[in-house]
């Protein structure tokens, strides 16, 4: 669920600035300041905590979650039910448990930012590994989350990634039935320290140059 906050923090970059006056803030030479003001106000503007509710009947836009999903099946998953979040429109995510390995799943499905897995292992201390196929934001991680990345990849391959190089140690367990709280309270979790924590301008500016798209930019 950490993906997606870093996620769709961005895209509210996107929606209160626009392509040109974000390229505008860079070549003007407003530089540093802009862009730390651009993240200060991204970050205001998500939600402190956010409520899933299920979806009796998913429709997905993409084949390619459903396919995802049944890969998860095969390698052992239990589904917890797709959900709808309630501040953020049109995303849904799928969400499924390996209780024997301590690993949740979440397919997610977002109406600009397409497809993509999140595999997450918590564990007793409070702390979690997280894989992911979404690219990095370039944004900082609080010292609790571990994040790997990966290409899109066979969902299996991807669990037995997750499995061989998260770390050892007690791992919480995980359940069908406790899975959709524990995302919201994953999301709250990160929301808090975000927002506690004073974004940079190297954070932003990764991003803002690729929605710059055509423009020669530097920070």
Wanted: contains cysteine; positive net charge.
């Amino acid at each position: 669920m950490w993906t997606i906050v870093a996620l769709v923090a961005l895209l509210v970059v996107w929606k209160l600035f626009g392509k040109r006056l974000l390229a505008f803030f860079l070549l003007s030479g407003a530089g540093r300041g802009a862009l730390k003001d651009i993240g200060k106000q991204a970050v205001a503007a998500q939600p402190n905590n956010i409520t899933l509710s299920p979806i009796s009947n998913p429709v997905w836009q993409d084949a390619g979650v459903q396919a995802i999903i049944s890969s998860l099946r095969s390698a052992g998953f239990a589904d917890a039910g797709v959900y709808s979040v309630d501040k953020m429109p049109g995303v849904k995510v799928a969400i499924v448990v390996k209780p024997e390995d301590c690993v949740a799943g979440h397919v997610y499905e977002h109406p600009k930012a397409g497809i993509w897995i999140e595999l997450v292992t918590r564990y007793q201390d409070g702390t979690s590994t997280t894989l992911t196929t979404l690219p990095s934001t370039g944004q900082k991680q609080p010292a609790w989350l571990t994040t790997m990345r990966s290409a899109k990849a066979p969902a299996a391959d991807l669990v037995q990634q997750l499995m061989r190089d998260r770390r050892p140690g007690a791992m919480k367990p995980v359940s069908a039935q406790q899975a959709p709280r524990e995302f919201e309270e994953g999301f709250a979790k990160y929301m808090s320290w975000r927002k506690a924590t004073p974004i940079t301008a190297e954070e932003v500016a990764p991003t803002v140059k690729k929605w710059a798209g055509k423009h020669e930019v530097s920070v």
